[in-house]
């Protein structure tokens, strides 16, 4: 038990009952994913189906997978113009994490994916208003700025699948704010 919270639980079987892609289940196993965390079970379902949800585990219980994973399967087989998925962090270096973390995931199943924030350099500002990318990993502050903007803005428009990832850490103050945009 790290920092006095158990293990994470993992359940057996899931393949059989499995909402996934099969290209999403192929890079899992290529990953050594093989099987699911119990949050990962409760919400891959409910997000499959378009649920909205709000997703409390504890800290290396696989939250990231359990959004994204079903938003990946649908973004697949539901392909559309524009950014589909939104992924908002309050930090610079969170958004470069996830990009870090997803990048493979979008390679593997040819979602494209990209961070804007305020240190992003002008070029590749232009290379996201012109062909915008599946996925978009920015900040409140960034969205907010972005909306002025008509290409993106009408790339925002198609926004299927928002994930606010840390939403505690924005909701007590003037940041939170900004999502109510």
């Known amino acids: 038990m790290a920092d006095g919270l158990p293990p994470p639980t993992y359940l057996n079987g899931w393949h059989s009952n499995s909402v996934l892609h099969p290209k999403i289940q192929e890079v899992m196993k290529h990953l050594g994913i093989n099987e699911l965390t119990l949050p990962q079970l409760k919400a891959i379902p409910e997000i499959a189906r378009g649920q909205h949800c709000l997703v409390i585990a504890p800290t290396g219980t696989g939250k990231t997978e359990a959004a994204l994973l079903p938003i990946f399967h649908r973004c697949i087989t539901e392909r559309g113009p524009g950014i589909s998925i939104l992924y908002i962090t ?92």
Request: glycine content about 4%.
């Open 90 to 181: 309050p930090l610079r270096a969170l958004n470069r994490d996830m990009l870090r973390r997803t990048f493979y995931w979008g390679k593997e199943l040819e979602i494209s994916i990209a961070v804007r924030h305020g240190d992003t350099p002008q070029k590749e500002r232009r290379k996201q208003a012109l062909h915008p990318p599946d996925m978009l990993i920015t900040t409140p502050e960034t969205l907010q700025i972005m909306l002025v903007g008509k290409r993106l803005r009408e790339a925002l428009s198609h926004v299927r699948w928002v994930i606010v990832d840390e939403i505690h850490e924005l909701a007590d103050d003037e940041r939170g704010a900004q999502l109510a945009v």
